[in-house]
């Protein structure tokens, strides 16, 4: 070991003396230099040296092996040289300087916030105080002192490493691991390659992300920022929340890009932006959020709670459990990939509601609503206000017995409109679907669609459908079977039966302008925009 003195000292490993140098012998140990007080200028040798300046502005040279420099208290210069180096910092004003390929160098910092410098790999915060520290352009390995730290990685495939304390992790770009330790730890992710670990009950994490972004293992919630596209989020099996940085942010601002917010597990918490987002909570009792833009939520259990404000876009709430929309969400649509009975009820907007092939329960509920019954045996309630009720009348299903939907319009002038049939079954004995309440108001049976290409024939516009052949009404015990044939032949076994009008006889009914009503009608309806190849078929009052 060598040491200078409270003077300004020049310290030499492994070099030739004069009379103002200090000379060592050569050792079997690494050489050990301290300059005390003074501005000093220890030189290392091409042994793995520990040079320490302690007081003053020193100059540490490590030159050849693995040196150790530490400037002390000072405005310190320090140059590992050659080989793997480890510096110590603790003043603002110390520099590390270190050329291209040097070695595998580390940087232990005391400062409030610390850079790496060019050629330098490694960071290592040290004391007992929240500090902060940012890499270079290398593959840094950072690793915290157990304090809240803060990390950014810059360039290059960085590994963060923030131990204990509420930690700051941001990889920026390149594939970074980042690892928070116990505490609540929050994480920038700016690129997909992107590794975040928590370990299980380690505090109560976040991740920042501006790429589309599923959350790892034990991490709790989720906010997306996209920079100029489309961007989801995916929860993992805690109760996570899921949504927009929020505006108080100075790294992230609210988009208006369209977002993807995915539960899975847990009791999760979505919030979307203003643009069109997709929410889905997945399995749980969750909570999602749209704001503004037309947004698709998907609830799946009863739990599930969707939250809209008045004009924020038209909404839509996938389902596949039994659901009634919540006030200012406009459409309700049974999800195709399940075939149960589900029920669905609207709200007081004017609602679309769409079943599947299952057996449902629609009910529009106020306003006036469009409700399209699927391949199930729907019952169909349209509520008040003038709705729309379409049904879709399969016959090889009807044949067996399947798919007699129940539709009731309520008050209103609603209209029953059937777009598809299958003529190549004959089913005359079934009563195929039932209407309610076909007297209420100006109710409209439309089946221009469905006898489009089949009653192809212009002059129906001011002909009778009946005595042409292709539409029949039957009596049955005051009730109206509304029967059709597909060529016009008029024969009985052509017939098929579409739908029974309750409470109604023929006699009650008559067709005007394409249109089936109660015979009591003394103002047609209008009918809707009418093609060529079409019929409707309407009520009276």
């Given at each position: 070991m060598a040491t200078g003195t409270n003077g300004?000292?020049?310290?030499?490993?492994?070099?030739?003396?004069t009379n103002s140098w200090l000379r060592l012998p050569r050792l079997s140990y690494d050489p050990y230099l301290s300059g005390l007080a003074g501005n000093d200028s220890l030189y290392g040798g091409v042994r793995d040296d520990i040079l320490s300046g302690g007081d003053g502005d020193d100059l540490l040279f490590g030159e050849g092996g693995n040196d150790t420099l530490n400037g002390g208290s000072g405005n310190d210069t320090m140059f590992g040289g050659a080989g793997d180096d480890l510096y110590s910092v603790d003043s603002i004003e110390d520099r590390v300087i270190e050329a291209l390929n040097g070695g595998i160098d580390t940087v232990e910092s005391s400062i409030e916030s610390y850079r790496l410098g060019d050629n330098i790999e490694n960071l290592i915060l040290k004391g007992n105080t929240a500090l902060w520290g940012t890499g270079n352009s290398l593959n840094n390995q950072m690793v915290g002192n157990g304090e809240n730290n803060a990390f950014v990685g810059m360039e290059g495939n960085d590994s963060l490493w923030g131990n204990a304390g509420d930690d700051q992790l941001t990889g920026s770009s390149g594939d970074d691991l980042m690892v928070g330790g116990i505490g609540n730890d929050t994480y920038w992710v700016e690129d997909r390659g992107d590794r975040v670990v928590e370990d299980a009950e380690s505090g109560t994490d976040a991740v920042f992300a501006t790429v589309n972004y599923a959350l790892s293992a034990n991490v709790e919630n989720l906010y997306l920022s996209p920079h100029s596209s489309a961007i989801s989020g995916s929860g993992n099996a805690l109760n996570n929340f899921i949504g927009l940085a929020n505006t108080g942010s100075d790294r992230f601002g609210v988009s208006e890009q369209n977002l993807g917010l995915f539960g899975w597990d847990g009791d999760d918490t979505l919030e979307g932006g203003s643009g069109n987002d997709v929410l889905h909570g997945g399995t749980g009792n969750d909570l999602m959020r749209g704001g503004a833009g037309d947004d698709t939520y998907t609830a799946d259990s009863l739990g599930d709670i969707v939250i809209e404000q008045p004009d924020n876009g038209i909404d839509t709430?996938?389902?596949?459990?039994?659901?009634?929309?919540p006030d200012n969400v406009e459409n309700l649509t049974v999800s195709s990939l399940w075939h149960e009975a589900i029920d669905g009820t609207g709200n007081s907007l004017n609602n679309v509601i769409t079943a599947n092939d299952g057996d449902n329960k629609l009910d529009?509920?106020?306003?006036?609503?469009?409700?399209?019954?699927?391949?199930?045996?729907?019952?169909?309630?349209?509520?008040n206000g003038n709705d729309v009720l379409f049904g879709t009348a399969r016959m090889?299903?009807?044949?067996?017995?399947?798919?007699?939907d129940t539709l009731t319009g309520g008050a209103g002038d609603d209209r029953?409109?059937?777009?598809?049939?299958?003529?190549?079954?004959n089913i005359s004995k079934n009563t195929g679907d039932i209407i309610t309440d076909f007297a209420n108001g100006n109710d409209v049976l439309d089946l221009r669609e469905l006898l489009a290409g089949v009653y192809a024939n212009a002059q129906y516009l001011i002909g009778d459908p009946i005595a042409q052949g292709f539409l029949r009404l039957v009596d049955v015990g005051g009730d109206t079977q509304v029967q059709i044939d597909s060529d016009g032949t008029e024969t009985a076994s052509g017939f098929t039966t579409l739908v029974t009008v309750k409470g109604i006889a023929p006699d009650g009914l008559k067709i005007g302008q394409?249109?089936?009503?109660?015979?009591?009608?003394?103002?047609?309806p209008a009918?809707?925009?009418?093609?060529?190849?079409?019929?409707?078929l309407v009520p009276s009052l």
């Open positions: 300004n000292d020049a310290l030499y490993s492994d070099r030739p003396s709430v996938l389902v596949i459990a039994s659901y009634t929309l529009g509920g106020d306003g006036d609503d469009t409700i399209y019954s699927e391949w199930g045996n729907d019952i169909v309630s349209g509520g090889s299903e009807l044949l067996s017995g399947n798919d007699a029953f409109a059937y777009t598809s049939f299958n003529f190549a079954y394409n249109l089936l009503v109660p015979a009591t009608t003394t103002i047609m009918p809707a925009p009418a093609s060529v190849n079409a019929i409707e």
